[in-house]
Every structure is written in structure tokens, then in C-alpha cells.
């Protein structure tokens, strides 16, 4: 399995990565308008989010580090996007 996965192109994987990146963004986009057009309060704990935020921001931090577009870039909005969802929770509060 490993040679098949190394004869996969780093275009494509970067490309890849971008494209499944877009994807769980696009998910975390949705619960973050779900959660600002919800009238209850949140029942999403800070913590969770800030968590998943220093996920995010490193995975970033990784990508940039070695050069890797596919990692660097999906979480970099991952992060922005988990900077609003923490925005709409606290002002919830």
C-alpha cells in the first residue's frame, strides 16, 4: 500500500488536501450559522472549540513550516472559522 501511496504526485495531494479541507470547512461553516441563527443558547462548550482551534493553528503552523499548501491552507480557514464559531458562543454567553 505504501508504493501506491507514494506514487501519488505531491500536486496531488496537496490538491487533494485543499479539496477535503474545503469540505470539513464547509462543515464547521454550517454549524457556525446554525449556531448564529439558533435563539437558545448554546449548548457548545468553549473549551471544545478552543480546542479544536490550537488543533488547527498547528496542523497551519506544520503546513507552513514544511511548504504543504493542502495542510497549510484548509486549516488556516479552519482556524478563522473555529475564531467565529468561539465569536457566536461567547456573545450567546
Wanted: aromatic share 18%.
Amino acid at each position: 500500500m505504501a508504493s501506491w501511496l507514494r506514487a501519488i504526485s505531491d500536486t496531488a495531494w496537496d490538491n487533494l488536501g485543499i479539496l477535503v479541507g474545503c469540505l470539513a470547512c464547509g462543515t464547521i461553516g454550517y454549524q457556525v450559522i446554525h449556531e448564529w441563527r439558533a435563539h437558545a443558547p448554546s449548548s457548545v462548550s468553549i473549551w471544545f472549540v478552543v480546542g479544536f482551534l490550537l488543533v488547527y493553528l498547528f496542523w497551519f503552523l506544520y503546513g507552513v513550516r514544511f511548504g504543504r499548501r493542502g495542510i497549510w491552507l484548509p486549516n488556516a480557514v479552519a482556524a478563522i472559522l473555529q475564531v467565529l464559531f468561539a465569536f457566536v458562543i461567547l456573545t450567546k454567553a
